[in-house]
């Protein structure tokens, strides 16, 4: 099975920034969209950023012009840029993969998560 590995999380101070990356075991066909999920304790898992197939972004509004989502098919990677980080960013980020195989069949992937921490 398709394995989604992120890396890049850490500690770091309000206003500082950090990259995080997800690297897919294989490569994956038909991709739908890619993207980065986050949950804070106590709170629900709520998306951060997607990028489609397509090469379109879109962003939550409390992240907008702040981070940044990309993607290296040659290295079966995504991306998360983040700058001007605040404390409310703190949480477990995820990666996630919608794709689609044959037959139409649809699969969703999850990465382990990786913690982001944003102090004072």
């Known amino acids: 099975q398709v394995q989604l590995v992120e890396s890049g999380g850490g500690l770091v101070q309000a206003g500082g920034s950090l990259r995080l990356s997800c690297v897919a075991s294989?490569?994956?066909?038909?991709?739908?969209?890619m993207g980065w999920y986050r949950q804070a304790p106590g709170k629900q898992r709520e998306l951060v950023a997607v990028?489609?197939?397509?090469?379109?972004?879109n962003y939550a509004d409390s992240v907008k012009g702040r981070f940044t989502i990309s993607r290296d098919n040659a290295k079966n990677t995504v991306y998360l840029q983040m700058s001007s980080l605040k404390p409310e960013d703190t949480a477990v980020y995820y990666c996630?993969?919608?794709?689609?195989?044959?037959?139409?069949?649809?699969?969703?992937?999850w990465g382990q998560g990786t913690q982001v921490t944003v102090s004072s």
């Open positions: 996630n993969v919608k794709s689609r195989g044959s037959g139409g069949t649809r699969y969703d992937y």
């Open positions: 294989r490569r994956i066909f038909s991709i739908n969209a």
């Open positions: 990028v489609t197939g397509g090469d379109n972004t």
